[in-house]
């Protein structure tokens, strides 16, 4: 995250309470194709014109629309321009990006590349994007994906361990959460607010509206973040979290749906069942679920190359998430799970239930309401998220290492990947591989057996 800018004059303070957009640089979405499919085996396709859109909370937040007082700068609030939530709201823009300049971010037909750091006035680290409607400035596209395959190319071969290049869905509000602020957030999405996800984030710097700087206590290991008292919790269904080592695919589940905001222990805690959602998550990792030799540098999917990631949702309500990967012309299905009393190659209820056990995890993903309430989620439609990251609470060891670290190594479901235990610190790997990256690209989406050639059932 990063903030940028320079001291000068305060601009007026607006008149109504409001979250507001600035405009001292314009906000110009890149462009980024898509396609939507009909029929069989990808060739009936028709493309999108979409934009993509930066989050808020990497955003220049200044005094007034068109003044330049940062209102927050490195991860603290200005608590003259911000001495409650709804005057900070009132009083600070978030403002225009440059995508690449400043973020790193840059697309090119249908595909998108985010880079780690980028250094312009202040490094910036990593990003979130989401997709927008086609022709639209300023509502995401929602997508219900009951019985529907969701396709697109990957490539992860410069994504190293400790960093995250995540492709998921979330339960956010199409319109930014502008409706149900009454007002209050004038950004709306064409400046990326409204995010939410099944941690329940407590770094969002607005929340419907309303700054989070009340009680917002700055990271003691991240220059950039911070928490605040409230949280934005969602439904989260996470497609793709990888780098060049593991993979994942995992879906969250909350007790409420859509956005909502919580505070204290309503913003769930790890492994726990108190809270609206399920952050553990029902995840398949194939290191994880048992083969070691399938995802990898060189192996069965190699990320030294190009991957085309096909995720199923089947059924209506959704019963199973299947996985297929197709690589220079080969679908290869998701590996099968080697875990006594596991069965199978794809995410449903019982598949679940049975790793919670054979890993000695408590299953909130079940306790969440499981697969009927992501289906749920789902047929509300959600926002589609791209976004690289490094991870300041447990340096991403939960995907591609042994986790948690307080377990033998060789007990079930620890090891992850091959990345060691002390791997993924984000001060090591923002130092060593600033120019990692993700690029996503060749999104399709449509009826199951509509995006790629499907091997018979
Ligand atoms: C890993 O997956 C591949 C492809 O499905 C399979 O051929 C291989 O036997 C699996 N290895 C193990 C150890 O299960
Ligand atoms: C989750 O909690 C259970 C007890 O409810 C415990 O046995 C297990 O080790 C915990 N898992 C993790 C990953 O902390
Ligand atoms: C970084 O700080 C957060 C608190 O904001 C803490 O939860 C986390 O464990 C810390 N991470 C490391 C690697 O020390």
Known sequence: MSRSGLLFLAALLPVCLSQLAGTNIAEVHPSLTWQKCTGTGGTSCTTQSSTIVLDSNWRWLHQGVSGTTNCYTGNTWDTSICPDGKTCAANCALDGGDYAGTYGITTSGNALTLKFVTVSQQPNIG?????????????YQTFNFNNQEFTFDVDVSQLPCGLNGALYFSQMDADGGVAKSAGANKAGAKYGTGYCDAQCPRDLKFINGVANSQGWVPSPNDTNAGTGLMGTCCPEMDVWEANSISSAYTPHTCTTLGQSTCTGTACSAPNSTQGTCDQAGCDFNSYRMGNTSFFGPGLIVDTKQKITVVTQFVGSPITSIKRFYVQN??????????????????????????????FGDTNTFASKGGMATMSKAASAGMVLVMSIWDDHAADMLWLDAPYPPTKAASSPGVTRGTCSPSSGAPKTVEAASPNAQVVFSNIKFGPLGSTFNAPPS
């Open 329 to 358: 012309g080969k679908v290869i299905p998701n590996s099968m799970s080697t875990i006594p009393g596991v069965t199978g190659n794809s995410i449903s209820d019982s598949f679940c239930a049975a790793q919670k056990t054979a």
């Open 127 to 139: 990003s979130r994007v989401y997709l927008m409607a086609p022709g639209s400035s300023t509502t």
